[in-house]
Nanobody, 126 residues
Framework: QLQLVESGGGLVQPGGSLRLSCAAS????????IGWFRQAPGKEREGVSC????????NYADSVKGRFTISRDTVKNTVYLQMNSLKPEDTAVYYC???????????????????WGKGTLVTVSS
């Protein structure tokens, strides 16, 4: 079974940058579309970004467009989320998740994902 581990979270100032990593073990990520999700305290989990297994398609939530960039590194078997111009409202636990549904599928909502990491906390001070 696919295992996912997030890393790279931490405390940053507003306007700062952070890069999150989602590393896979046991199986290659080449077969899976990957989504990044986040959950702030007291709020429901929301989609942030996704990338198809082929890498040809990506989506971003309106709240992060122009600030976040998702990418995948086949050699390192890792998916990244580069976060720039961070705002206090970006504070949340960030999760990566995977689903295998063909080369162009790019999930957005948290429902339907088959494998989840345990999350990494991002805190943006005000």
């Amino acid at each position: 079974q696919l295992q996912l581990v997030e890393s790279g979270g931490g405390l940053v100032q507003p306007g700062g940058s952070l890069r999150l990593s989602c590393a896979a073990s046991r199986f290659t990520l080449d077969y899976y579309a990957i989504g990044w999700f986040r959950q702030a305290p007291g709020k429901e989990r929301e989609g942030v970004s996704c990338i198809s297994s082929s890498g040809s398609r990506t989506n971003y939530a309106d709240s992060v467009k122009g600030r976040f960039t998702i990418s995948r590194d086949t050699v390192k078997n890792t998916v990244y989320l580069q976060m720039n111009s961070l705002k206090p409202e970006d504070t949340a636990v960030y999760y990566c998740a995977a689903v295998s549904r063909g080369p162009y599928y790019c999930p957005y909502g948290p429902g339907g994902m088959d494998y989840w990491g345990k999350g990494t906390l991002v805190t943006v001070s005000s």
